[in-house]
């Protein structure tokens, strides 16, 4: 609510609306705030090979770099979501955009693995500031009517971020070295922030200041709500299946009977474009229909995808990962911007919690998949995701609009 409208009788003010000025610039601003974050964030995962053998360290060091950032953003949420509350949401995305995309600049200068594996961790609490606090911010803005489809662009450009982070960072490297290829998804990260500073509005709904609660008794309160926690299980258990399927495929597609080389098979990160398209849809879909029916739909999306995966074939492996993709950020975008716009206490921690499951299921699930993939080979995987889909699906009938 705009304070001094409510103080000088004026009517309320509820969010910009779709097809204005701001609302155009919103969705820009933070379609380039998702490019910048997760182009950044997942640069390195293409290049691990060239990591390993530019630094002489093993696979499973080089590997570091990923999970040090992850860690970071997981670490950074809550804290970030505090400063948010406290000097503004704009400002804080800014301050993190800002530090990530300088520290994303000085990680090509590594010359060690600790250094490399320090600069990630300080990258990652730095990145950790766009997710705790977009959903927060766009729930605030965007009038309610429109903010699923906002939600949805934002989670777009995030799809498109992780996407261009892995396919450019790649191809450069193997024709020059790993600091070579870093740096360019760095410079793309610098000038998808330089459109986010440009364009992203100030915010109207929400004065910074003292929060009127203690921050214990704002998770206290999210951590409580029985809705809350059916949408941060979403997070923990979608992303974690996700995950746990591409970090898996790629071993599967190697091995017999397919025996693709590993250049080949660094496509399959192409499906991600499918979450593009399906989270704009997704949040067309919750304007019309509600966000339960839509959610539900993508999780069953999700569910035929992995069913598909299990036929013995590699078109029917490479066509479910692109239907399990389009359910999965479906789902995602839903699930995240639902939980911005149902906390009535703490939005930006409740947003802030959602991202610290969505992450805990990434790093927790995706190494027990590999525990069950390891023993039992890809189809017990397959059903394991499934099963953990079901459980979603039923834990997400706790959350009414």
């Known amino acids: 609510m705009d304070a001094a409208a409510t103080r000088t009788g004026v009517a309320e003010w509820t969010g910009h609306p779709r097809g204005s000025r701001e609302y155009r610039r919103i969705l820009v601003a933070l379609l380039c705030a998702g490019i910048a974050t997760f182009a950044q964030l997942y640069s390195v ?89 977009a959903m927060a911010y766009l729930s605030e803005e965007v009038h309610a009517r429109h903010a699923a489809l906002a939600a949805g662009t934002y989670v777009s450009g995030t799809t498109l971020g992780g996407l261009l982070g892995r396919i450019v960072a790649g191809p450069v490297a193997e024709h020059s070295n790993w600091r070579i290829g870093s740096l360019t998804v760095s410079l793309v990260a610098l000038a998808a922030a330089v459109v986010f500073v440009s364009l992203v509005p100030a915010p109207r709904a929400v004065r910074p200041g003292k929060p009127m609660t203690s921050l214990r008794e704002r998770l206290r309160h999210n951590l409580s709500d029985p809705a809350m926690l059916a949408l941060f299980a979403q997070g923990f258990l979608l992303m974690g299946g996700f995950v746990a399927v591409y970090n898996y495929l790629g071993f ?105 499951f969505y992450y805990a299921g990434s790093s927790v699930i995706g190494w027990l998949g590999g525990l069950v993939f390891q023993s039992f080979g890809w189809n017990a995987l397959a059903w394991f995701v499934i099963a953990l889909a079901v459980v979603a699906a039923c834990t997400a009938r706790a959350v009414r609009s």
Do not use: C
Not at 274 to 297: F, I, K, N, P, Q
């Open 252 to 356: 599967r597609l190697e091995g017999a009977p397919f025996g693709l080389p590993q250049s080949v098979i660094s496509l399959i990160f192409l499906a991600y474009l499918a979450g593009t398209v399906s989270s704009r849809l997704a949040g067309h879909a919750a304007t019309r229909v509600g966000r339960g029916r839509v959610l539900a739909a993508s999780t069953a999306v999700m569910i035929a995808g992995l069913l598909v995966t299990m036929i013995p074939s590699l078109i029917a492996a490479l066509a479910g990962l692109v239907v399990l993709t389009f359910g999965f950020f479906g789902a995602h975008s839903i699930a995240s911007g639902w939980t911005g716009a149902r906390a009535t206490v703490g939005r930006a921690q409740a947003t802030s919690l959602y991202n610290l």
């Open 45 to 133: 995962q293409g290049i691990l090979p060239l990591i390993s053998s530019g630094l002489g360290v093993s696979p499973s060091q080089s590997s570091l770099a990923v999970s040090a950032a992850t860690v970071g953003i997981a670490v950074a949420v809550i804290p970030w979501s505090v400063a948010a509350d406290r000097i503004g949401r704009v400002r804080a995305m800014t301050a993190s955009i800002v530090a990530a995309t300088v520290l994303g600049l000085v990680v090509p200068l590594s010359t060690s693995l600790p250094m490399l594996v320090g600069i990630r961790f300080a990258e990652g609490l730095a990145l950790g500031g766009l997710p705790a606090i």
